[in-house]
């Protein structure tokens, strides 16, 4: 099922293929550096641009034994390169290599997740302004409240998926540093300018200042901009959810051709897709908790948030990846059903209106908290008994005083709710 929606890119980010040749990146390009500030000769720099290669198989049996990944891989690319290859990794620390590669991997996962933002947006203002004028009722706590239009409910999911994307851009930036500063971040075996070399050519900020590692606040930031997308992403399906319910029947996810909804049930159309989501948004935020409970760690590093970030870097952008893919598909082809919505409007005989009764009775002279008990009175008449709203007001002689027929019937009108409609549409887009 992640396949459908993930785009192959994404995941081979995190295949050990890519892993091992940003780590090859890295070191290369330290060792250019430091021919360039005459520390290795030129000549060995030449040989081991040349010969430097990894087998993953190899790696990985070399690490059977020494228990050490970077160990591995050195001693594997040792391998291809020859005597030149001591001065590989010449006075760094692993965290040199891994999280400054690990900034490169988050990064171009960044990059594919802010394009995939991009992708919704442009479905939601297209579908929002195909129901701009859509009316349907605007619901709190579940109940029926006032008169809403779907394009609206669209544009509000719009806005925050740009705020959204703001907080992408910005963690995008917060984890573009990068660290070759050695074992306890003092330079003491390595200058900084190598350190400003590196980061140059692979598109990262040096850190203006590091222990061992890049500080974890920037990674805790980054999947918490992903955890807040996952929110919103659920907060989307879940009122798909809602909105597809029997009881409401507004919406409906797609239905292809074939499809099956219960092995029980032939007559069952399951939100499966929102519901799929809403599963997953639950994943992705234990995983920016994770993140936030690696900043704390022994003196100048410990190794407990190592394990943590194998597993939450792959699988927070692969499953947003999957997430923003699956929901663009479903919202690109969303039933949308405006007859029901206009129906549903009517379920309550005209309630929704009773914020406009109550204003025109105090426009009237009638006091806020009498008013108030009026129209409450009359509207719990209306939810209980036959006749509508409109109708118990026409006939209340506590109302009369103030409202005649005509005026009552003018405040029953859509277009009182709407005419505002086009302002905000003009603010949003």
């Known amino acids: 099922m992640i396949e ?13 293929h890519n892993r091992f040749a940003k780590w090859l990146e890295v070191e290369v ?13 030129q000549k060995s720099l030449d040989t081991i641009k040349e010969k430097a290669e990894f087998s993953i198989d190899r790696i990985q049996e070399i690490e059977e034994e020494v228990k050490h990944d970077i160990i591995a891989f050195l001693t594997n ?55 701009k004028n859509t009316v349907m009722i605007g619901r709190s706590h579940g109940i029926h409240a006032e008169p809403i239009t779907f394009g609206l409910k669209l544009a509000v999911w719009y806005s925050e998926m740009k705020r959204n994307l703001n907080r992408l851009e910005q ?13 306890v971040g003092t330079f003491a075996n390595i200058p900084p300018q190598i350190e400003k070399y590196v980061c140059d050519h692979l598109g990262l900020k040096p850190a203006a200042i590091s222990t061992q590692i890049i500080q974890r606040d920037r990674h805790a930031q980054y ?17 798909i959810r809602h909105l597809q319910r029997t009881e ?26 929102s519901e799929n989501i809403s599963g997953l948004a639950r994943l992705v935020r234990s995983y920016a908790l994770a993140a936030m409970e690696n900043i704390p760690l022994w003196h100048e590093r410990d190794i407990s948030h190592s394990s943590v970030e194998r597993v939450i870097a792959p699988d927070s952008t692969i499953l947003i990846d999957y997430m923003l893919n699956r929901l663009t598909r479903m919202l690109k082809n969303l039933v949308v059903y405006s007859k029901t919505m206009a129906e549903n409007l009517e379920t309550l005989k005209g309630l929704i209106f009773s914020q406009q009764v109550l204003l025109a009775l105090i426009a009237k002279g009638c006091a806020r908290q009498h008013a108030y008990s009026l129209v409450q009175r009359v509207s719990l008449q209306a939810w209980h008994g036959e006749e509508s709203f409109k109708e118990l007001l026409g006939g209340d002689p506590d109302i009369q005083k103030y409202l005649d027929k005509k005026e009552i019937e003018e405040i029953f009108s859509l277009n009182y709710h709407l005419r505002h409609v086009e302002e905000i549409f003009a603010r949003v887009f």
């Not at 390009?29 to 000769?41: K, R, S």
């Not at 049930?265 to 939100?271: A, L, Q, R, V």
Request: one cysteine or more.
């Open 248 to 273: 409401v029947g507004e919406v409906e996810e797609a239905f292809a051709a074939g499809q099956k909804g219960s092995s029980a049930m032939p007559h069952k159309k399951n939100p499966i897709g």
């Open 29 to 41: 390009l330290v060792c250019e550096a430091m021919a360039q500030e005459g520390m290795i000769p």
């Open 77 to 131: 690319v040792e391998e291809y390169v020859g005597p030149d290859a001591r001065f590989i990794h010449l006075g760094l620390t692993s965290s040199d290599i891994l999280d400054t590669a690990l900034a490169l991997q988050l990064k171009e996962a960044m990059l594919m997740i802010i394009d995939d933002v991009h992708n919704l947006l442009a479905v939601l203002k297209e579908r929002a302004f195909e129901h």
């Open 223 to 239: 999947f918490t901009a992903l955890a807040i997308l996952a929110g919103s992403i659920e907060k989307i399906a879940v009122e």
């Open 4 to 16: 459908r929606y993930t785009r192959p890119e994404m995941g081979a980010i995190w295949e050990p």
């Open 171 to 183: 963690a995008l930036d917060v984890i573009g540093y990068g660290k070759i500063s050695g074992a």
